[in-house]
Structure formats: structure tokens, C-alpha cells
């Protein structure tokens, strides 16, 4: 969570570089905790390594209680690299489901919202 108010910063500007930075933290962090959960070595299960690696891949997770964590952690991430390739298309801080502009105080945050107050709160059309 960022503290309210960026420092020295005004709230009608969005300083990308500081966005950008913390979003790849942000997404660093979920990846390396969705490798921790996906990978976890105990309970010596009898995982066959002849096996094809996606089957592998999804008989671990399925296993796994945590499997809602690694859910939402894949969407957060998804959500993360969405809001950084906003950035890159210049179109961040701007809904994608309308092309409102999302209120600032809404992006200090939660830098990685791509929709604005009401889209979010609204249920997605397809899950
Ligand atoms: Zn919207």
C-alpha cells in the first residue's frame, strides 16, 4: 500500500517512472511468490518427471490448497503487466473499459488499476 499523496508530487501528474518502478516490484514480488507456491517441494509427492510439463505443471497446482493464492496472484500479475503496458502505450491512468480517466488519488492507491472506480466495481462480463 502507498501512503497517501506521493511525495512532492502533484496529484494531477503521474510520475511513470516511480509507476513503473513500483508495478515491477509489485509483479517481481507475485511472480517469485507464485514460484514459491508452485514449487513446493514437500509432501514428496510421486511427481513423475517422464511426464509432459504442463501436465506436471497442473497436477502441483491442483494439489495445492493454496491454488486460490496462485489464482489471484496470476491475476494480479496480469493486472500488473496490463497497467505497464498501459504505460507504454501512453494510455495509463485511463479505464479500459470506457477511456475515463481514472481518479489519481484511485492510482496512488492502486497503481495497477487499469479501470476507473465504477469498472472495477462493476462484475467483469466474462470470467
Ligand atoms: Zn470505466
Redesign the pocket.
Known amino acids: 500500500m502507498l501512503p497517501e499523496g506521493l511525495p512532492s508530487e502533484p496529484m494531477t501528474e503521474v510520475d511513470t517512472g516511480a509507476v513503473r518502478r513500483a508495478l515491477q516490484e509489485h509483479r517481481d514480488d507475485a511472480v517469485a511468490r507464485r514460484a514459491q507456491l508452485m514449487a513446493k517441494p514437500e509432501r514428496g509427492s510421486g511427481i513423475s518427471f517422464g511426464k509432459r510439463v504442463g501436465d506436471g505443471t497442473i497436477e502441483a497446482v491442483s494439489r495445492l490448497s493454496e491454488v486460490g493464492v496462485v489464482d489471484s496472484l496470476n491475476l494480479s500479475i496480469e493486472r500488473v503487466e496490463r497497467a505497464l503496458a498501459k504505460l507504454d502505450e501512453g494510455s495509463y491512468g485511463c479505464?479500459?473499459?470506457?477511456?475515463?480517466s481514472?481518479p489519481p488519488a484511485r492510482l496512488a492507491a492502486r497503481p495497477e488499476s487499469v479501470?476507473?472506480?465504477?469498472?472495477?466495481l462493476?462484475p467483469r462480463p466474462r470470467r
Open positions: 479505464c479500459d473499459v470506457c477511456g475515463e481514472i479501470v476507473c472506480v465504477k469498472h472495477a462493476a
